[in-house]
């Protein structure tokens, strides 16, 4: 029987500080019918990332804000339940941006589809997704690491730093990251293979990251900002190589002032931000090396996946404070 409903969440109102859950609303709405060229897909999975704090502001920022009242934007992967667009067929895997919803209509233009036998569909949502071309981008592009040197990852446990750091391993680099907890670092060293890795929770962290790194740091991937990359900033060797992708530490308001900014005059270091969706020519080279690596087994990956849609606006708000473990998705399989 074809459904006549879904659900999905929107945007009630825009958080001041931490996110809250009277910031969403959960709504049934009608299935849409697609289009000319349009399809109906029916979304397995939900991608949950940082970026989205930002967009809930309406602060001028790199991208539009999301709209009050409308449905909360992000990535999704799920199945084609109906085509008017001669690229896809009804049982198609794709992924798109359907956003906090079961089901979505999109422009056959907007969706690409995916190849399952290999690689599951929930990572396309990850490693061969955006954090992982996140990841690929800021290494290759901007860190520009040379065997040998040593890269520094924090946030080394997540979607985006995991993919860092192996990546770095792969080109013959000394691998360190930051996370936190001792569950975090075991996981950074014993399964994806970094050579060492900092608690940040663990009170240590300019001494600690002394000990990790005695040859100091070539290149940087930043996810975080606040104290973990002030601490890493007297450890820059001459002429590093900074790749400055998120700044998560300061998204609710945190503090996210540099400190040792002179750092970066002395060491000579070059600091770059950048957008990974402003660099769409060379997605189709990184998604397709980092599938390959992905189907090879030569890269890993860790899943938080909450339950269903009701469970969104709990696990985004633990994303944003480090309480998921990997890549923080939502099933909307049922």
Same mark, same amino acid.
Request: net charge neutral; charged share 20%; proline share 5%.
């Given at each position: %029987?074809?459904?006549?409903?879904?659900?999905?969440?929107?945007?009630?109102?825009?958080?001041?500080?931490?996110?809250?859950?009277?910031? =969403?609303?959960?709504?049934? *709405?009608?299935?849409?019918?697609?289009?000319?060229?349009?399809?109906?897909?029916?979304?397995?999975?939900?991608?949950?990332?940082?970026?989205?704090?930002?967009? %809930?502001?309406?602060?001028?920022?790199?991208?539009?804000?999301?709209?009050?009242?409308?449905?909360?934007?992000?990535?999704?992967?799920?199945?084609?339940?109906?085509?008017?667009?001669?690229?896809?067929?009804? @049982?198609?895997?794709?992924?798109?941006?359907?956003?906090?919803?079961?089901?979505?209509?999109?422009?056959?233009?907007?969706?690409?589809?995916?190849?399952?036998?290999?690689?599951?569909?929930?990572?396309?949502?990850?490693?061969?997704?955006?954090?992982?071309?996140?990841?690929?981008?800021?290494?290759?592009?901007?860190?520009?690491?040379?065997?040998?040197?040593?890269?520094?990852? +924090?946030?080394?446990?997540?979607?985006?730093? +995991?993919?860092?750091?192996?990546?770095?391993?792969?080109?013959?680099? /000394?691998?360190?990251?930051?996370?936190?907890?001792?569950?975090?670092?075991?996981?950074?060293?014993?399964?994806?293979? =970094?050579?060492?890795?900092?608690?940040?929770?663990? @009170?240590?962290?300019?001494?600690?990251?002394?000990?990790?790194?005695?040859?100091?740091?070539?290149?940087? =991937?930043?996810?975080?900002?606040?104290?973990?990359?002030?601490?890493?900033?007297?450890?820059?060797?001459?002429?590093?190589?900074?790749?400055?992708?998120?700044?998560?530490?300061?998204?609710?308001?945190?503090?996210?002032?540099?400190?040792?900014?002179?750092?970066?005059?002395?060491?000579?270091?070059?600091?770059?931000?950048?957008? *990974?969706?402003?660099?769409?020519?060379?997605?189709?080279? @990184?998604?397709?090396?980092?599938?390959?690596?992905?189907?090879?087994?030569?890269?890993?990956? /860790?899943?938080?996946?909450?339950?269903?849609?009701?469970?969104?606006?709990?696990? =985004?708000?633990?994303?944003?404070?480090?309480?998921?473990?990997?890549?923080?998705?939502?099933?909307?399989?049922?």
């Amino acid at each position: %029987m074809t459904r006549a409903t879904y659900q999905r969440i929107v945007l009630a109102a825009r958080p001041r500080g931490q996110v809250k859950e009277e910031n =969403f609303r959960l709504e049934s *709405v009608s299935v849409p019918v697609p289009g000319a060229g349009q399809v109906l897909v029916r979304n397995q999975f939900l991608s949950l990332d940082p970026y989205m704090r930002g967009r %809930m502001s309406d602060a001028k920022s790199y991208a539009p804000p999301q709209a009050l009242d409308e449905t909360m934007l992000g990535a999704t992967a799920g199945e084609v339940v109906e085509s008017n667009h001669p690229g896809f067929a009804a @049982g198609d895997k794709v992924v798109g941006m359907l956003g906090w919803a079961e089901m979505g209509v999109a422009d056959g233009a907007t969706l690409r589809k995916v190849d399952t036998r290999k690689i599951a569909l929930s990572a396309y949502l990850g490693v061969v997704g955006m954090p992982g071309m996140t990841a690929w981008y800021g290494l290759n592009h901007i860190m520009l690491p040379k065997a040998g040197e040593t890269i520094l990852v +924090s946030a080394a446990s997540g979607a985006v730093g +995991s993919v860092v750091g192996q990546l770095a391993k792969l080109k013959g680099c /000394r691998a360190v990251g930051i996370a936190g907890g001792p569950d975090k670092c075991a996981y950074v060293v014993d399964e994806l293979g =970094f050579d060492a890795c900092v608690d940040y929770k663990a @009170g240590k962290l300019d001494a600690d990251l002394a000990v990790a790194a005695p040859a100091g740091i070539d290149a940087l =991937f930043e996810n975080v900002g606040g104290a973990c990359f002030d601490a890493a900033l007297p450890l820059l060797n001459p002429f590093s190589r900074i790749a400055l992708c998120g700044l998560i530490a300061g998204y609710s308001g945190g503090d996210v002032a540099i400190r040792n900014i002179r750092y970066l005059l002395t060491s000579r270091v070059s600091l770059r931000g950048f957008i *990974v969706t402003e660099h769409p020519d060379l997605w189709p080279q @990184g998604l397709g090396e980092l599938g390959a690596l992905v189907a090879e087994g030569k890269i890993k990956y /860790r899943e938080s996946v909450a339950p269903n849609l009701a469970a969104a606006p709990t696990a =985004f708000i633990g994303l944003l404070s480090g309480k998921n473990f990997g890549k923080q998705l939502v099933s909307l399989a049922a």
